[in-house]
């Protein structure tokens, strides 16, 4: 029983091999006797009505987007498809698919990417290209290319802009009258992106497609055209631009409460903060084209480096009302009345005077410090008594507020300045400004950029 079931099996696998050769040599001789007397050099339907290629396209990637050189590249499966009855068959199946060698023989439509630059067919390990001819005429070619086309950029709000990167194409030599492109499954449904497909700076938002036509080449020409908007990603920009320069915003803000009479710190503090805004605003251009605007980063980087400036500037206009240069303390020996005998007992004692006297002396002192700078021997005394390790203590951290209580018109003790008024009003009026300006940048762009999509 088994040696018969296996003698049948036998039986059909041979028939089965026999039918497939029968099919592949009639196939072969269909072919044979499509190709004779085919001129590949006209297309079909000539001198009829014009010939219409329908195309669509799957995107597998994107990128890089290059804002230096104004183009952008894509990975795809580009798809055409048209109908040449000469290669009509009548057979039982459905379609044949070629080898890629059969192009050589038929004709096929000269497609180009009218804004493409430096794109190429991929081949290896062999040309990924594909042909199938159904058995009504129609011919479908598939090929995998990467695309490098184009795309003039409007950098006015670089790094918060969304870019239109469109993607034309059509026949090289036929107008319009001869050769007519449309999109395969409709103008909505023709393009398809991959599922998985992630760009590294920006976002896919939409990827509209239409049917237009262009005069070139001495002649109106049906072309399929296809817009990629891109939005970009802001996270790059605002850990290393944004960010930073907030920062050293408000670093240079600190000066504001260091010691007026601290002039190094201050200038320090504000030439190294001015020199780091520089460079990063010369850094950040390198990436892009010598275009001639400005864009919304170059504008948030001039923002910062005037409050850098104005920094700098406040502190000139605090030090102009300075009455003295440094913050040192000059301890200055008591004068003592040219009558006094040396080694007399009583030459540290005081003299008993009345009130209107003491008002009259104090005043006296007053007038002699102002015009010579030298301390009193009361001064110098409270100071004396005053040199502790927690008086100096409290007075470096206090000590600017201690002399709160002196106006601008009495002289102040130890040779000490009040803390300026400018920098009173500094400290407050330059946040408010510096958060002002960047509620308005933030709402402007971000908005503009929105109303793009």
């Not at 939409?206 to 109106?220: A, E, I, R, V």
């Not at 990063?280 to 409050?307: E, H, I, Q, W």
């Amino acid at each position: 029983m088994s040696r018969l079931f296996s003698e049948q099996s036998s039986v059909i696998t041979s028939l089965t091999e026999a039918a497939k050769f029968i099919a592949e040599e009639n196939m072969s001789l269909i072919l044979d006797q499509l190709l004779h007397g085919y001129d590949r050099r006209l297309r079909p339907g000539c001198g009829g009505p014009p010939l219409v290629v329908k195309t669509d396209i799957l995107v597998r990637s994107m990128g890089p987007v290059s804002e230096r050189d104004m183009v952008y590249s894509m990975d795809c499966y580009f798809r055409q498809m048209w109908l040449d009855d000469r290669l009509a068959f009548n057979a039982s199946m459905q379609y044949v698919s070629l080898n890629i060698k059969m192009l050589d023989r038929v004709w096929y439509p000269d497609t180009m990417f009218l804004n493409g630059g430096k794109s190429y067919l991929h081949m290896v390990p062999v040309p990924n290209k594909f042909l199938r001819i159904y058995r009504n005429g129609t011919v479908l070619l598939s090929q995998r290319l990467t695309i490098s086309a184009h795309c003039r950029m409007h950098l006015e709000k670089y790094p918060l802009d969304t870019q239109k990167c469109p993607l034309y194409l059509g026949s090289f030599a036929y107008a319009i009258e001869d050769v007519v492109y449309e999109w395969r499954f409709g103008s909505m449904n023709s393009v398809e992106i991959s599922s998985d497909m992630r760009l590294s700076q920006f976002d896919l938002m939409s990827y509209p497609s239409y049917n237009g036509t262009d005069m070139f080449k001495g002649g109106l020409h049906s072309i399929l055209v296809i817009h990629f908007y891109l939005r970009r990603h802001i996270g790059h920009f605002l850990i290393n631009v944004y960010v930073p320069c907030c920062l050293l915003v408000v670093l240079s803000w600190v000066s504001f409460w260091i010691n007026r009479e601290a002039t190094a710190d201050r200038i320090e503090l504000g030439t190294t903060t001015l020199l780091t805004m520089t460079f990063m605003g010369l850094d950040n251009r390198d990436d892009l084209p010598k275009v001639s605007y400005s864009t919304a980063l170059d504008v948030y980087v001039a923002m910062c480096f005037v409050f850098v400036v104005a920094t700098i500037i406040q502190f000139a206009s605090v030090h102009y009302f300075t009455k003295y240069g440094y913050g040192e303390m000059q301890y200055i020996l008591p004068v003592y009345p040219q009558n006094a005998i040396l080694g007399s007992t009583d030459e540290c004692t005081e003299v008993d005077v009345t009130q209107k006297e003491k008002d009259h002396v104090g005043q006296s002192e007053h007038e002699t410090e102002s015009r010579n700078g030298i301390v009193s021997n009361r001064h110098f005394r409270r100071a004396v008594q005053s040199n502790s390790a927690l008086f100096r203590c409290w007075s470096c951290f206090f000590g600017t507020r201690n002399v709160n209580s002196y106006t601008m018109n009495d002289p102040l003790p130890f040779g000490m300045n009040s803390v300026s008024r400018i920098d009173k009003l500094s400290r407050a009026l330059f946040p408010a400004v510096f958060l002002t300006l960047n509620v308005i940048y933030w709402s402007i762009y971000l908005t503009e950029s929105v109303e793009m999509l």
